[in-house]
């Protein structure tokens, strides 16, 4: 990220120079940094490259990818300011932004991976995927708040690769094979895709897993919205249900207390009937047997899994689990039915 763009965005929040800058970690698609000013004043600096950061310039991608980010936090600012990060300033012609810095946070996967267990993050989880649910924002013109690039790498990466018989953008691991996916699972993952296609009023995050959001306590914020999309609240709750799972395999606590604590924050808040949350909650298990499913064979595995001892095991568990919940989502439409089904 050029200096000058950092230095007018500290400037722009009234930092006072001289700024110094070193990278934090977890910038895969894009650049970023933590800035601190003379007074040791702190935020972080977000720039999106022309490429996918991860991969250099082999992978070019559109940088108005962090524009739609800018107004989707600055969206969900103004419904839940209380769970996400302030944007402070921000370039759009530079592709660039300057958010409130998180001091003493760690991502929700990180909490998980070492044991730690609170209630009060899933539940203000809840309330923020419950506030998506129940807003809308105001009308704005087409790429506004979502990117038709970021939407069509969804649709490959989460919908298409991984169910197919053979990809060169898969990378499964050379000891694991995964089942055969039924015609019934194929006909299910492909319902799948029409739902997360089915024009919605609600925008959503897009890609909000336990890596995206950062917790200290009893505090939540959510990150990374740079997927943010207009599509069903289903697709946020089952990521969600998917990295619960995925994160707590094997390790001290089970995901049960967890995901009942987020749902029913998320039923709470989201204002909606009982027959509507329970078509809900269906489609939530089945985008959760989507996500395992491709984090499995993708590049972008989940490092909770990657972090065990016993990593065959772990996926032939989740591999029959992501199976059983695209085959069945249909038929599981309460917490008590999913929770009976964990390993």
Not at 37 to 62: I, T
Not at 125 to 140: N, R
Not at 256 to 285: D, G, M, P, Y
Not at 318 to 327: H, P, V, Y
Request: some cysteine; hydrophobic content about 45%; overall charge negative.
């Amino acid at each position: 990220m050029p200096m000058d763009y950092t230095a007018q965005l500290a400037l722009r929040a009234a930092f006072t120079p001289p700024f110094t800058c070193k990278p934090l970690s977890g910038g895969n698609m894009n650049e970023v940094l933590l800035v601190q000013d003379s007074l040791g004043n702190e935020a972080v600096a977000k720039y999106a490259p022309p490429y996918l950061h991860m991969l250099g310039p082999s992978f070019p991608l559109a940088q108005e990818r962090v524009h739609v980010e800018i107004h989707a936090l600055e969206y969900f600012g103004a419904i839940v300011p209380r769970f996400v990060p302030r944007v402070l300033a921000k370039d759009t012609a530079n592709f660039c932004m300057l958010l409130e810095y998180k001091k003493d946070f760690v991502t929700l996967r990180d909490g998980h991976m070492q044991g730690q267990f609170n209630p009060s993050a899933y539940a203000k989880l809840g309330a923020f995927v419950g506030a998506l649910a129940t807003h809308a924002p105001p009308p704005k013109p087409a790429g506004y708040y979502e990117n038709a690039t970021l939407k069509a790498i969804t649709n490959a990466y989460v919908f298409t690769i991984a169910f197919l018989e053979s990809s060169d953008k898969t990378m499964p691991h050379a000891w694991f094979t995964p089942r055969p996916k039924s015609a019934r699972l194929l006909e299910n993952v492909a319902l799948l895709k029409t739902l997360f296609h089915t024009p919605s009023p609600h925008l959503i995050h897009g890609d909000l897993h336990t890596g995206s959001v950062l917790v200290h306590e009893k505090e939540i914020a959510v990150i990374d919205a740079e997927f943010a999309l207009f599509g069903p609240i289903s697709f946020d709750i089952g990521n969600l249900f998917a990295h619960i799972i995925m994160d707590t395999f094997g390790r001290e606590f089970s995901p049960n207390l967890a995901l009942k604590v987020f749902w029913e924050s998320v039923a709470q808040h989201s204002k909606l009937t009982c027959k509507e949350l329970e078509a809900i909650f269906s489609q939530s298990v089945g985008f959760c047997g989507v996500e395992i499913a491709r984090r499995l064979v993708v590049p972008a595995k989940s490092p909770a899994l990657e972090s065990l001892a016993h990593k065959e095991e772990a996926y032939a568990h989740m591999d029959a689990l992501s199976c059983s919940f695209i085959e069945e989502f249909q038929a599981i439409r309460t917490l008590d039915t999913l929770l009976k089904r964990l390993p």
